[in-house]
């Protein structure tokens, strides 16, 4: 849940209410205002400010306004005249939905660029690259998704195990190898049985690194590092997960690219050598642009 929606349903008494209201209406205009000012204004008084902070989980005012500028100071960045839920319409020309689509996915990939900050994603991949195996745990379509790094990952044997009966998601979590770490995926961070195997995951001292919302929800408290994909879209209300899965597509190839990246001349010799291996006398091409040197396709 947004901090704002969080506001908006905080259990307030009616005066810390006028100025919850006050917050929410002003928005980025709040940044230069003291808290004096914001108290004066909205008829209250500045302990009002600080007793709301705590409500909300904030050690205090200062806390939570800069929570609430940053999350707002993104909601107003990218998707400028892109609805994430609803790209286009019946009356676009094939053409024009082909464009819509491109733009919506730029945009979901710029987006969750922004999120990204150098502290979580060196911690994310220090907690992949040191773990004996990564066991993803994801439902629906986010499974398919994680299916390529899977297969990436295990081509520069590094080893990822994905669990693909619901059922048994949480068994999995509760028969996690000690050495090994956990990749959450979930959009909401609320389905019920990824909660459940975070629990057992957290209680058995598996390191969790989590992919989800800007928002609060059940799973971040579990986690262990939590990388923030695009949040624009729905749960229910589109014409399919396009951002969404542009977001998560690529916070794994930047995972899958940053642990490459560690070893780098090993992994590249490893998948030329592997690729000429099996590979040889198998793929061919009558384009000179993606031929290898001597006229064979390696890769």
Same mark, same amino acid.
């Given at each position: ?10 259990? !307030? ?14 928005? $980025?205009?709040?940044? %230069? ?6 108290? $004066? ?7 009002? !400010?600080? /007793?709301? @902070?705590?409500? =909300? ?6 806390? !939570? %306004? ?6 707002? @100071? ?5 998707? +400028? ?9 019946? *009356? &676009?020309?094939? =053409? ?5 689509? @491109? ?8 987006? #969750?660029? *922004? ?7 060196? %911690? ?6 040191? @773990? ?14 994680? /299916?390529?790094? $899977?297969?990436? =990952?295990?081509?520069? $044997? ?32 609320? #389905? ?24 609060? +929800? ?28 542009? *977001? ?6 930047? !995972? ?16 030329? /050598? *592997? ?12 384009? &000179?642009?993606? /031929?290898? &040197? ?6």
């Amino acid at each position: 849940m947004l901090i704002q929606e969080r506001l908006e349903r905080c259990d !307030l008494s009616n005066s810390e209410r006028t100025v919850a209201d006050f917050i929410l209406k002003e928005q $980025q205009n709040i940044q %230069k205002m003291t808290t004096r000012e914001i108290a $004066q204004a909205a008829y209250s008084s500045p302990s009002t !400010l600080v /007793r709301i @902070a705590h409500k =909300m989980g904030f050690r205090g005012w200062n806390e !939570l %306004k800069e929570a609430l500028l940053e999350e707002e @100071a993104y909601l107003q960045t990218h998707f +400028n005249g892109i609805d994430a839920n609803f790209p286009f319409k019946r *009356s &676009d020309s094939i =053409m024009s939905v082909a464009a819509k689509i @491109a733009a919506l996915k730029k945009e979901s990939i710029e987006d #969750t660029l *922004s999120l990204i900050t150098g502290d979580d994603l060196q %911690k994310a991949v220090s907690i992949l690259n040191q @773990a004996s195996s990564i066991g993803i745990y994801a439902v629906s379509n986010n499974l398919l998704i994680c /299916r390529e790094f $899977q297969h990436n =990952m295990n081509r520069i $044997q590094k080893r990822v195990d994905v669990c693909s009966i619901q059922g048994e998601v949480a068994y999995t979590a509760f028969l996690a190898d000690p050495g090994s770490c956990a990749l959450i995926i979930s959009y909401s961070g609320e #389905t019920p049985i990824l909660v459940q195997a975070a629990k057992f995951l957290k209680r058995h001292q598996i390191p969790i690194v989590l992919i989800t919302n800007i928002g609060e +929800n059940s799973l971040r408290p579990m986690a262990d590092c939590i990388l923030r994909i695009c949040t624009r879209e729905k749960l229910y209300s589109k014409i399919a997960t396009f951002s969404t899965d542009a *977001s998560i597509e690529y916070l794994l190839d930047v !995972l899958y690219s940053c642990i490459f990246r560690l070893r780098y001349e090993e992994n590249v010799q490893l998948k030329i /050598r *592997s690729a000429q291996e099996i590979e040889h006398g198998r793929r061919r091409s009558t384009v &000179d642009i993606i /031929r290898e &040197d001597g006229g064979r396709s390696a890769l």
